[in-house]
């Protein structure tokens, strides 16, 4: 029996402008389907116009990305996060979106060994330019797969702000970076009513955003402005490159096994997680270049050499001390997770030339912080308790400092500052979340 799955209905658009638009206006993709076919399952996209494609196969997990120009997908992002039954066992999920400036990319999460066996752009209607893209998998041996991966995968275009930060003042007020996590092609994790993590981090960097550039005491950039992806590697150097005081991550988590489990919580970089669900949470961030079909780079850093050493312990030091001060303000206005302050190794809070925090601001499977996080009156409110967090931790040295760790060192006399800040790391399990 053939099961389908279709997003939505594109005889309601067959009539509509954009299929008889310019081919300059944008490809829109307006419907989704992934049916059993041939010994197989194809999964086929809806486009309101003919695009040039190309696919591939990468490992680890295993995987099939069809790049392609820049669609504007006009899909719920959750559509295929889960393909159940529907993919027959081959096809576990698959998610779409933005890659880069000027191109899109499909990735397809495979549930057994298969292999591409036609990828086509057909058109749908003679009096319409209205085309479906179909991808046709099957079965195949490893042998089979193994001959159809990328021997180098494709490398996702530099981000826009990577150049932009380049060009940052060299001198000045301290920069704050801020980081939205996912974006484009990786949405993140899914939650209640269809919650996204790509949107809340996004919408909450907005409003954090506004309220440090509107204080006149920061430069502020942003690793993306945009439903757009953006590698590790690039938010990294995004912020290396702005010369940044202080880096921040913003993220949103889900646990559906405990859907009473609430709140935020701050993270800062350790070789070894505080807890269970801290190594967790890394995990899963970390895994972001995989969600878009962009292995992460592997880099040689001489852990060895004493000098970095000590930068990184130092710039360590000042994390945890900033980290300490966004729970304590953080508390006076939103709800905190009752284990607040964690630390793992993320890949995007690895810098060492300024401190970096990541914030998980709640749990999209809790209906409350989703409610919280989806209100503009809570943005605004946990939005001033990082900004206020910011400032404390400026105001020990000078808000006036110029860029760098500098800027951000506390009074080394503080016993309460560097000295407090070093603390061992928890290497039991640690409480649940």
Known sequence: MRRTFVSASLAALLGSPAFGAPADDPILAVAARLQTEDGGVSLAFDLTGSVAVSAHALTNPKRIVIDLPAVD???????????????EGIVKSFRFGL???????????????????????????????????????????????????????????????????????????????????????????????????????????????????????????????????????????????????????????????????????????????????????????????????????????????????LKRRETRAYAHIFSRDIVEMWKKSARLNRNP????????????????????????????DVQAMNSPQWRAKSADAVAAAIDAFFARSGAGASPGLDAASPDRDDKKGLASAVVPVDQGPGPRP
């Open 73 to 87: 997908f006009h899909l719920d992002p959750a559509l295929g996060r889960d393909a159940g039954p529907r993919g």
């Open 341 to 368: 302050e964690r630390a793992a190794g993320f890949y995007v809070l690895k810098a060492p030339d300024f401190p970096s925090v990541l914030i998980e601001l709640g749990y999209l499977s809790n209906t409350q």
């Open 99 to 309: 890659f880069g400036p000027g191109k899109s990319r499909i990735v397809v999460d495979l549930g057994e060994t298969a292999c591409i066996r036609s990828l086509t752009d057909s058109p749908l209607s003679k009096a319409a330019a209205a085309t479906r893209l179909k991808l046709l998998l099957a079965p195949c041996s490893d042998d089979e797969f193994a001959a159809s991966v990328q021997s180098a995968p494709a490398e996702p275009p530099p981000s826009d702000s990577v150049a932009a930060a380049a060009d940052a003042w060299p001198d000045g007020p301290p920069a704050i970076v801020l980081d939205p996590g996912h974006g484009g092609v990786d949405g993140g994790a899914y939650g209640l009513g269809g919650a996204t993590e790509k949107v809340i981090t996004l919408d909450f960097a907005e409003a954090l955003a506004e309220r440090l550039r509107a204080s006149g005491r920061y430069r502020v950039v942003m690793t993306r402005e945009s439903d757009a992806f953006v590698s590790l590697e690039d938010r990294v150097q995004i912020a290396e490159q702005a010369k940044a005081s202080l880096f921040v991550s913003i993220h949103a988590d889900t646990l559906q096994e405990a859907t009473d489990v609430s709140g935020a919580t701050v993270y800062t970089n350790a070789d070894r997680p505080t807890d269970a669900e801290a190594a967790r949470i890394a995990d899963r961030e970390n895994a972001a270049d995989k969600a878009a079909g962009a292995d992460e780079k592997a880099q040689a850093i001489d852990v060895a050499d004493i000098l970095f050493d």
